[in-house]
Nanobody, 114 residues
Framework: QVQLVESGGGLVQAGGSLRLSCAAS????????MGWFRQAPGKQRELVAL???????DYSDSVKGRFTVSIANTQNIVDLQMNSLKLEDTAAYYC????????WGQGTQVTVSS
């Protein structure tokens, strides 16, 4: 079992920055993938960024060049640095981890205002 707890969401003006953090606990030595998804009202949950055990990172085209995902050396914290935020980045952001089955955090709200 893996538990994921997010923090760092909030309200920010367009063009600003936020940093999300996700702390994993439990069977973290078996994590194959960690990262972030988001879901805006009325839309499906979508990939933001994923990093696998070998260090490969995949970003959504909509966030490339603006968002950066990183995993701490302890392998139990995954951060998402979000710069140049846009109105369309407004969503609930969910931490994700996989060890053969997927795990989700409870979500943290990011609201970008004009």
């Amino acid at each position: 079992q893996v538990q994921l707890v997010e923090s760092g969401g909030g309200l920010v003006q367009a063009g600003g920055s936020l940093r999300l953090s996700c702390a994993a606990s439990g069977s973290i030595f078996r994590l194959d993938v960690m990262g972030w998804f988001r879901q805006a009202p009325g839309k499906q949950r979508e990939l933001v960024a994923l990093m696998n055990r070998s260090g490969r990172i995949d970003y959504s085209d909509s966030v490339k060049g603006r968002f950066t995902v990183s995993i701490a050396n302890t392998q139990n914290i995954v951060d998402l640095q979000m710069n140049s935020l846009k109105l369309e980045d407004t969503a609930a952001y969910y931490c994700y981890a996989k060890t053969g089955r997927p795990y989700w955090g409870q979500g943290t709200q990011v609201t970008v205002s004009s």
